[in-house]
């Protein structure tokens, strides 16, 4: 497809355009009295506050603006992935930077090593002012996330119980009511290969229920090798699956995704390597493709070899294997435990303690329920949020919330160079956009922030915020400045754009 260039101040400007609509929109949620976007959606709309489902559906007509609508999609999703929460902090922060650096005379390269640079000694700050948390501070994290009492209690018993590694997977409540319950399963870090194994896109998430597991060591090259298992499938009735596999071509990935558009077999191909490979084909009862085992592609049989999971939920970084017969992983794991018992290695035994603990550990289940389909996709959301926020909180402490953190540092900056002149204005626009949703006044309420005290947008007032249980973990705010920071610098630095190019038709 032929390309189309464009140079100069329209193309930023058409870039600007797009870019500024993103975080406009994302921006007009964030605080408690920030609102909610409407989402058309084919199955059924979406009305929700989440930056990072926002930032999913945000494709613009123009092609330059939906370029700079992208950027910041990309951004948000970025912390999302890093920190699991604070996409909306990102989208602001991200605006206010590059509207204050494209203000600045210098030339723009310039600006952005500089933004750099005083990111560099600014980020540190953040966790200059985080603080532990405390057991009782757990609900108040989830609770900010949530919305919900009764999803912020629930995630605060699935956390005490489970412990901050606690494995947490969302789903549809049956009796439309919120509970939860901890079922024997594994969670491997490794995630699907392609997008187009989603079946949840408002959720990222690709689910299979009562589905087989094909795990293979030896790599699938060629065609010849999934030959065999796609006749047996087809012959066994078997129209879905979980390939894990140690190595796939591009080739061959691409068939399986080509299966799934056409509707004749739903798989979902996931990569793991090592113990991890070892661990899940223990854990589902498989007996995987290898030469150790004396299976190969053409030997394969998927009566004998094929494990068996009730669910698999598998997300872009990682995926939850509950299995049909839980004993297995047990069974497993003290097979682990009598060479972790005789290891004098102390690496490899906290290596193989690591394991076993994985092996053993349970799967808290969360069920959210509504009596309508708006209200529950939202909650769902918002347990999620709310689960990945209190192990972001438990991983590196909190700090003052409702944009207070950031407002105060910002106060510290001295301003020397051209990249903290930026940020010092920029770090102020967390609390100025909370404050606007709200619809009071930012000269006015800043006039009245303290030492102690910050603003409270929800009952309208000052108090002590960390006191109050008004908090935000330390790692969201820290890879939400990050990210803002490092991709505004790329982003003022743009000259020209180059995209395909389609011609108009009559």
Request: glycine share 8%; charged share 30%.
């Amino acid at each position: 497809m032929s390309k189309k260039i464009t140079t100069g101040k329209e193309n930023f400007e058409k870039l600007l355009t797009g870019f500024n609509l993103a975080c406009s929109t994302i921006g007009s949620t964030l605080g408690p009295k920030g609102r909610n976007v409407y989402i058309d959606h084919d199955m059924s709309p979406i009305i929700n506050n989440d930056g990072a489902t926002i930032a999913r559906y945000m494709d613009l007509p123009d092609k330059l603006e939906n370029m700079g609508a992208k950027l910041v999609r990309n951004t948000c999703g970025q912390t999302n992935d890093d920190a699991g929460d604070g996409t909306t902090t990102t989208a602001v922060l991200l605006q206010a930077i590059v509207k204050y650096a494209i203000e600045r005379p210098e030339n723009p390269m310039e600006v952005r090593r500089s933004l750099l640079d005083a990111g560099k000694k600014i980020l540190p700050l953040i966790k200059k002012q985080s603080i532990a948390i405390k057991k009782d501070d757990v609900k108040k994290v989830a609770l900010i996330s949530a919305e919900d009492e009764e999803i912020a209690e629930a995630v605060t018993q699935i956390t005490n119980k489970l412990g901050k590694d606690a494995c947490v997977a969302v789903e549809d409540s049956t009796d439309g009511k919120i509970s939860y319950e901890i079922a024997e399963g594994y969670e491997a870090q490794c995630g699907f290969l392609h997008p187009e194994f989603v079946t949840d896109k408002d959720r990222a998430l690709a689910i299979l229920t009562d589905v087989p597991v094909l795990v293979t060591e030896s790599k699938i090259s060629t065609i010849s090798d999934i030959q065999v298992f796609f006749n047996q499938c087809n012959d066994n009735g078997i129209s879905q699956a979980v390939i894990v596999c140690d190595d796939i071509e591009d080739v061959i990935l691409g068939v399986f995704v080509a299966n799934k558009k056409l509707g004749r077999f739903n798989p979902i191909v996931i990569r793991a390597t090592g113990d991890v490979l070892k661990d899940i084909e223990a854990c589902v009862g498989a007996t995987r493709v290898s030469k150790t085992s004396g299976v190969t592609f053409q030997t394969l049989d998927v009566k004998k070899h094929l494990g068996r999971c009730k669910k698999v939920i598998s997300s872009a970084n990682s995926t939850i294997f509950l299995p049909k017969d839980v004993s297995l992983s047990i069974k497993y794991s003290n097979f682990l435990q009598k060479f972790a018992n005789e290891e004098r290695n102390m690496f490899i035994k906290e290596r193989l303690e690591r394991r076993i603990a994985q092996l053993r550990g349970g799967i808290a289940i969360l069920k959210v329920g509504s009596p309508t389909d708006y209200d529950r996709e939202y909650l769902k959301l918002k347990a999620e949020d709310a689960i990945k926020a209190v192990k972001s909180a438990l991983e590196e402490g909190v700090v003052e919330g409702g944009g207070m953190c950031l407002w105060r540092i910002a106060q510290e900056i001295k301003g020397k160079t051209i990249g903290e002149l930026i940020l010092k204005k920029a770090l102020t626009a967390p609390l100025r956009k909370i404050i606007e949703n709200a619809g009071e006044d930012y000269t006015d309420i800043v006039r009245n922030i303290s030492d102690i005290f910050g603003y409270d947008a929800k009952n309208r007032g000052f108090c002590d915020l960390v006191k109050a249980g008004i908090i935000d973990p330390a790692k969201v705010e820290r890879f939400a400045l990050e990210n803002s920071i490092y991709n505004a610098g790329q982003f003022i630095t743009i000259s020209a754009s180059i995209y395909d190019y389609v011609e108009k038709k009559d």
